[in-house]
C-alpha cells in the first residue's frame, strides 16, 4: 500500500504561485509514475501533470502548459507541482495520485482509472 498526503494550496491572487507537495510512504518506488490531478466545482476531475518513474520526463494538460511544473525528490519521497502565473480557473481541489509502475509518453494515457493510489487532495483557490 503507499498513502499519499497532500499539502501547499491556499488562496493566491491571480497570477500569483503555489507550491503543493505530495508526500508518499508505504511501499514507495522511484519506479512509480506520479500524476496530478484536480476537480474544479461542478466539474469532473482532470490530469494535471504527470511524470514517470525513474524520468525527468513529464506530461502535461494543454491548460496548464508553460505555467506549471512537476518534479519529484525521490529521496524524500516527495512529488512536488510548481504552479505560477495562477488564474481563477484553476481554481480545484488538487489531487496526488500514484501508479505501480510506467504510465506513457503522451498525455492522453493519463487517466484516473489507470492511478492506483490517491491522496485525499488540497484546495487552491486563485481569486481574481
Known amino acids: 500500500q503507499v498513502q499519499l498526503v497532500e499539502s501547499g494550496g491556499g488562496l493566491v491572487q491571480a497570477g500569483g504561485s503555489l507550491r503543493l507537495s505530495c508526500a508518499a510512504s508505504?511501499?514507495?518506488?522511484?519506479?512509480?509514475?506520479m500524476a496530478w490531478f484536480r476537480q474544479a466545482p461542478g466539474k469532473e476531475r482532470e490530469f494535471v501533470m504527470g511524470?514517470?518513474?525513474?524520468?525527468?520526463?513529464?506530461y502535461y494538460a494543454d491548460s496548464v502548459k508553460g505555467r506549471f511544473t512537476i518534479s519529484r525528490d525521490n529521496a524524500k519521497n516527495t512529488v512536488y507541482l510548481q504552479m505560477n502565473s495562477l488564474k481563477p480557473e484553476d481554481t480545484a481541489v488538487y489531487y496526488c495520485?500514484?501508479?505501480?509502475?510506467?504510465?506513457?509518453?503522451?498525455?492522453?494515457?493519463?487517466?484516473?482509472?489507470?492511478?492506483?493510489?490517491w491522496g485525499k487532495g488540497t484546495l487552491v483557490t486563485v481569486s481574481s
Open positions: 495520485a500514484a501508479r505501480v509502475g510506467f504510465v506513457g509518453r503522451v498525455e492522453r494515457q493519463w487517466k484516473e482509472y489507470v492511478m492506483d493510489y
Open positions: 508505504g511501499r514507495t518506488s522511484s519506479s512509480y509514475a
Open positions: 511524470i514517470n518513474g525513474n524520468s525527468d520526463s513529464s
